[in-house]
């Protein structure tokens, strides 16, 4: 692996799950409340690929952002894993902190009424996609006030990641069955990081409290892919990126 701090993130439960891999030494994995707390961890030089959207549109077009539409054709039958992120209007529409399954809802239909209003076709909000607002948010204030992080912290996407891994073929079975883990899916991927590198007594530890299973494999690729960024092996989707109005890169690495 290249020389220099790499870190692979996913959203879970608890927060964030990140697989850090310094050199010389086997990888970690830990679990951290906030992004902040994450970066908090790291030098300066380390190269951050993490599995959340970044950079947001002022209007959502067919498919959602530019890179959503471009991953799906890679993927077959792994593509309705990358869901459509909806205007920047949209993901901050209602950010409260909800105390309540009703107000969770209520929420969820502002930010549908929102998104539609600024999506030609207009589009509302999945429920999935809804579940991840408050963490896409979290990034992107980050990189708004700490423009610094623009060149330390990339998108990428898992089932992207495991396609380039694979030399471009996606993954034959899903991660999950109905949302359920599904062990063969699980050991492809898990075959798949130790071509790769990792040792397999590694992938097979429980994750960390707070994390599940399928949270850890995804760090564990998006290590894979910020070693790739480092290393400048890595490509973004699209090619350049775009950029949002506040300057901030709109692509899927891999």
Same mark, same amino acid.
């Given at each position: 692996m290249?020389?220099?701090?790499?870190v692979?993130?996913?959203?879970?439960?608890?927060?964030?799950? +990140?697989? *850090?891999?310094d050199?010389?030494? &086997?990888?970690?994995? !830990?679990?951290?409340?906030?992004f902040a707390a994450?970066? $908090?961890?790291?030098?300066?030089?380390?190269t951050?690929?993490?599995?959340?959207?970044?950079?947001?549109?002022?209007?959502?077009?067919r498919?959602?952002r530019?890179?959503?539409a471009?991953v799906?054709?890679?993927?077959?039958?792994?593509?309705?894993?990358?869901?459509?992120?909806?205007?920047?209007a949209?993901?901050y529409?209602?950010?409260?902190?909800?105390?309540?399954v009703e107000a969770?809802?209520? +929420?969820? *239909?502002?930010?549908?009424?929102? &998104?539609?209003?600024? !999506?030609d076709?207009p589009r509302g909000?999945?429920i999935? $996609?809804?579940?991840?607002?408050?963490?896409?948010?979290?990034?992107?204030?980050l990189?708004?006030?700490?423009?610094?992080?623009?060149?330390?912290v990339?998108?990428?996407?898992p089932?992207?990641?495991?396609?380039?891994l694979n030399g471009?073929?996606?993954?034959a079975?899903p991660?999950?069955?109905?949302?359920?883990?599904?062990?063969?899916?699980?050991?492809?991927r898990?075959a798949l990081?130790?071509?790769h590198?990792?040792?397999?007594?590694?992938?097979?530890h429980p994750a960390?409290?707070?994390a599940?299973?399928?949270?850890f494999?995804?760090?564990?690729?998006?290590m894979?892919?910020?070693?790739?960024?480092a290393?400048g092996?890595?490509?973004?989707?699209?090619?350049?990126?775009?950029?949002?109005?506040?300057g901030?890169?709109v692509?899927?690495?891999?």
């Open positions: 290249t020389a220099g701090v790499l692979g993130v996913d959203g879970c439960k608890a927060g964030w799950i +990140a697989v *850090r891999h050199p010389g030494f &086997a990888p970690s994995v !830990s679990v951290f409340p906030g994450l970066l $908090a961890t790291l030098p300066a030089s380390a951050i690929a993490v599995d959340m959207p970044i950079g947001l549109p002022d209007f959502s077009q498919g959602g530019g890179p959503e471009l799906r054709p890679l993927l077959g039958e792994r593509q309705s894993s990358v869901f459509s992120i909806p205007s920047r949209a993901l529409a209602d950010a409260s902190d909800f105390t309540t969770w809802y209520a +929420a969820h *239909r502002r930010a549908s009424e929102v &998104a539609k209003a600024t !999506s076709p909000v999945s999935q $996609a809804f579940g991840i607002f408050a963490k896409i948010r979290e990034i992107d204030a990189l708004i006030t700490h423009p610094e992080l623009r060149g330390r990339f998108e990428s996407h089932e992207v990641a495991f396609c380039r471009g073929k996606a993954m079975l991660k999950k069955i109905k949302g359920a883990i599904n062990p063969a899916g699980m050991e492809e898990k990081l130790c071509r590198g990792y040792d397999k007594s590694f992938l097979d960390p409290k707070g599940a299973a399928d949270d494999l995804d760090a564990a690729a998006m894979l892919v910020a070693g790739r960024i290393n092996e890595a490509r973004p989707h699209p090619d350049p990126p775009l950029t949002d109005r506040y901030i890169p692509a899927i690495w891999a």
